[in-house]
């Protein structure tokens, strides 16, 4: 069974870190690409970052660029999600998501459970 564990989340205040993590299980997680994406309280999904199966190529949206960095220990099968300077605007709750193929594109075919993050003074 092909599963997504995320953990890491928790109460943070401005200008505080996290560090997400995302346990895969149930496929070779180093032939796909992976994302995270955040669902803030009373809206919608948002994409966040994306790597490539090799790490070869990362995006993310621009609220976030230059703070958080998204990487992967395909050895580990496990994502992460270094997040630095963190306002009460990426509050949320953030899900790792696998992609449909290697990279950079393709769908989001499974997805966590989600781990929240709250940031708050």
């Known amino acids: 069974e092909v599963q997504l564990v995320e953990s890491g989340g928790g109460l943070v205040r401005p200008g505080g870190s996290l560090r997400l993590s995302c346990a895969a299980t149930g496929f070779d997680f180093s032939e796909y690409a992976m994302s995270w994406v955040r669902q803030a309280p009373g809206k919608g999904l948002e994409w966040v970052s994306h790597?490539?199966?090799?790490?070869?190529?990362?995006s993310a949206i621009d609220s976030v660029r230059g703070r958080f960095t998204i990487s992967r220990d395909n050895a580990k099968k496990t994502l992460f999600l270094q997040m630095n300077n963190l306002s009460p605007g990426d509050t949320a709750v953030y899900f790792c998501?696998?992609?449909?193929?290697?990279?950079?594109?393709?769908?989001?075919?499974?997805w966590g459970q989600g781990t929240l993050v709250t940031v708050s003074p």
């Open positions: 790597i490539t199966y090799d790490r070869g190529i990362t």
């Open positions: 998501a696998k992609l449909s193929t290697s990279g950079p594109w393709g769908y989001l075919e499974v």
